[in-house]
Every structure is written in C-alpha cells, then in structure tokens.
C-alpha cells in the first residue's frame, strides 16, 4: 500500500511565522505535490515536484515556497503566515501513472 | 466555463438506495479518471481509477466514462451509512501529471 505521511495534522502558528509543513512518501514515487483545500473552493494546487530539487508552480504559489532534496520528501513553507493561509493543506504523490495518493492532511490556523 | 463541473449536493440517501455522482468535463484531451472518496478531515482516498471510455465495477461501486458526451458518472450500489463522504472526480490528459478536480459532492446516507 501506498503511505503518503505528513508532519502534523494540526497545527496553529501566529500571523509572520514561518511555517514548515513536511510530506514523506514511501512508494519511491517520482511526483508530488501540495494543494490546499478550502470549503466551496475545492483542492487547488500550490506546487508540485516531479524530481529532486525541481519544482513548478501551481495555480496558488503566491506566499508559499517548496523543497525537495530527497525524493521521498516533500516539503511546503509559509514564509510569513497570513490569516488568509489558514486551511487544510494536502500533500498528494504519484508515479509514472496518473492516480495521486493523499497523505491524511495537515489542518493549520493562523491566528 | 471551468474545466471540471461537479454538483457539490449534499445528496441524501436512504440506506441500500443506489447512489450516483457524476462529473462533466469541457476537455476532450482528459484520457485517465478516477474517482477520491473523502472523509471528514480526512485526505481523499483513491476509489475508481478508469482510462478511456467505457466501464470498471469493483465490488458494489462502479465508473462510467461517456467520453463523447463528456462525461464520467459513479454508481454506489446497497449504499451503507460508512459510504457518507465527499466524492471528488479528477481527471488527466496523457502526459500531464496534474490533475483537474472537481469540487466534490457530498453524500449522506441515512441508516
């Protein structure tokens, strides 16, 4: 089975934190990718990575950046936390197919 | 016109009724579907994945692609009070590794 892995299921940090949120998979999967998913809006992808140290932006990237030095590790940072970021943050992988596997989420309040 | 339109419901249903979903799509490109079941404050969990037109049945649910018609459907049959979730449908053109999601639609199955 595929195991899509995220640091925290929530979290809450204080408007101009830094936040770092950390995907891990363990399917040696080559793609992976942040949404986030607010109600009546739907998943919207934030980034996504389909090698090591490569990244392409997605719908949303305005206030989010991204690394990816292993393969298996995805991570999404908040360089300064708005309120407007408060949401549930998705991490998602895949390979050489098309199906994505979801990791649990990751709930995080700005206040 | 977005690329993916999906009824958000919710959709209330006696329990054993059959339950259908369905998605239309404005890309004639989009080759691969599949369908996501999401719990609350759950990650979505891949249900149905299907190429091309046609149908896949897999135990009591079954996906349905009408690609003339711009189309996908899924069918929940006996339906049960565990089937109460979010159902989003996302959908791939061939060499693309992005998805488009629709928003989902939420089912309500009452015992």
């Known amino acids: 089975d595929v195991k899509v892995t995220q640091s925290s299921r929530y979290l809450v940090k204080r408007t101009g934190e830094k936040v770092f949120l950390e995907c891990v998979q363990d399917?040696?999967?080559?793609?992976m990718f942040w949404y986030r998913q607010d109600p009546g809006l739907g998943l919207r992808l934030i980034y996504f990575s389909y090698d090591v140290k490569m990244k392409e932006k997605g719908d949303i990237p305005e206030g989010y950046s991204v690394s990816r030095e292993k393969k298996e590790r995805f991570s999404l940072i908040l360089e300064s936390a708005s309120t407007n970021q408060t949401s549930m943050y998705l991490c998602a992988s895949s390979s050489l197919r098309y199906e994505q596997y979801f990791g649990p989420g990751t709930r995080l309040t700005v206040t | 016109q977005k690329e993916v339109e999906q009824d958000p419901g919710p959709l209330s249903v006696p329990e054993g009724a059959i339950v259908s979903l369905n998605c239309t799509y404005s890309n004639s490109a989009f080759q691969y579907f599949m369908w996501y079941r999401q719990y609350s404050r759950k990650g979505p969990e891949l249900l149905m994945y299907t190429y091309s037109s046609g149908n896949k049945e897999d135990g009591r649910f079954t996906a349905q692609v009408d690609k003339s018609s711009k189309y996908i459907s899924l069918f929940i049959r006996d339906s049960q009070p565990s089937d109460s979730a979010t159902y989003l449908c996302a959908m791939s053109t061939y060499g693309n590794n992005r998805l488009a999601f629709g928003k989902g639609n939420q089912v309500v199955v009452i015992p």
């Open positions: 399917m040696d999967h080559e793609n």
